[in-house]
């Protein structure tokens, strides 16, 4: 009974699993880690949102099971979200799909349209449910850039060309976790006419689509017309509202793909309690102020991050979206190898960040920081890792300030 099962020994070990035991570990010992690793939300929901959560529950009749595609009132809402932000229409019956947080959507549209040997093509760097989810589904996984360059659309181009099966679906993830790099409404013009000329679904993951910066607006693929042909989009309620751990995303878009990722759900769940589903109403349909609010919160640590990590020595590009910033390794470290230089940093500087290899071979060199602590544990963040180079004898003076 020692074998390993089928699926289990397709995964390799979740290297971010390693930090976050190390951190673990350390903060039970009692030292203070300024986190900086998970993509974890510090702010409370909305007042109103938790008032209906603590209303709905009251309700004696609120505790049964709840519809596995989610309550109309949610799937009009978030309809109607599509409609304000992007001018996009939606049919809440037919085209939309609450699911348990954007995570637990894409792997179970994985289980719904793939076949074991199905070839995807998925980017490098990437979220790893972007990949994981195919792999545990059978599929196989080609690569393609995140960088939404030309060499992106020459990757395509040869998956198509080269690849046995032909891929069937590809996913795109914009703003980018971790790289947190945008698109525009022409990238996904292209992409829409690319996936019809070659038949390929394509699976939009928009987690980031209200943390954008320096008033760009991000687009949905959606936008594209013609583009609920070939696409369907996730988008998740844990980063605009901050509530992550209430599980709650949504996919839509193509009938057929909402229609199979409906049907997988109803054998697998029975949708999420009543309750957080009549809160996330509240969210979506009460006032927004909230979400503009934490924009500029985010904006104004990302400020304060590139800043004080420079004045530390360290270099690191400005994220035009998303909670998180893609650090290329310091010059000098760079021999490390990002799992290592992650495991350094925790234990010399006592900040914890996310080893960019764990997000794909081609994550390595770099280490994703989520802006997820004050602006005040920002700064002590970038005092402890001066303190860290110039232990390791890199010279910080250059750049001197605080």
């Not at 992550?244 to 229609?259: D, E, S």
């Not at 035009?320 to 010059?331: G, K, Y």
Request: aromatic content about 10%; proline content about 7%.
């Amino acid at each position: 009974m020692s074998e390993e099962f089928y699926r289990i020994k397709r995964l390799p070990p979740y290297v971010i699993a390693e930090v976050n035991a190390m951190r673990a570990a350390a903060r039970a010992r009692g030292e203070d880690i300024i986190d900086l690793g998970m993509g974890n939300p510090d702010l409370p929901p909305p007042q109103h949102v938790i008032d209906k959560l603590c209303e709905v529950a009251r309700n004696p009749s609120a505790h049964g099971y709840s519809a596995s595609k989610g309550i109309p009132g949610l799937r009009k809402a978030q309809a109607n979200y599509y409609g304000r932000r992007f001018g996009v229409d939606l049919d809440p019956d037919s085209e939309v799909v609450v699911t348990l947080g954007s995570k637990e959507g894409l792997a179970n549209l994985a289980q719904a349209i793939t076949a074991p040997g199905d070839v995807v093509l998925a980017p490098n760097p990437s979220y790893p449910i972007h990949t994981f989810g195919f792999i545990i589904a059978g599929a196989t996984i080609r690569s393609v850039p995140t960088t939404p360059d030309e060499r992106y659309w020459e990757a395509l181009d040869r998956a198509v060309k080269f690849t046995v099966p032909r891929p069937s679906v590809l996913v795109v993830g914009y703003p980018s976790n971790p790289t947190a790099e945008v698109v525009d409404l022409a990238f996904y013009e292209r992409l829409v006419a690319w996936a019809k000329e070659h038949n390929v679904w394509v699976l939009s993951d928009l987690a980031y689509s209200e943390l954008y910066y320096d008033g760009c607006p991000t687009p949905s693929i959606l936008q594209v017309p013609g583009a609920k042909d070939v696409a369907v989009e996730f988008t998740s309620m844990s980063k605009t509202y901050s509530m992550a751990g209430w599980r709650m995303g949504f996919a839509v878009g193509n009938k057929t793909l909402i229609a199979a990722l409906t049907r997988v759900k109803s054998y697998l769940d029975y949708g999420a309690f009543t309750p957080i589903q009549a809160a996330a109403v509240a969210a979506i349909n009460g006032p927004q102020d909230i979400v503009e609010k934490n924009r500029e919160l985010y904006k104004r640590r990302r400020d304060v991050m590139v800043e004080s990590f420079a004045r530390a020595g360290w270099d690191i590009p400005t994220p035009r979206a998303s909670m998180f910033a893609w650090a290329p390794l310091p010059p000098a470290l760079a021999h490390l190898g990002s799992l290592e230089f992650s495991k350094q940093l925790l234990t010399h500087a006592g900040v914890a960040v996310a080893a960019g290899v764990g997000y794909g071979e081609e994550g390595e060199g770099y280490v994703r920081i989520a802006m997820v602590e004050n602006e005040q544990r920002i700064r002590q963040a970038a005092r402890n890792v001066k303190r860290y180079l110039q232990s390791m004898g890199v010279n910080t003076g250059a750049k001197a300030g605080g």
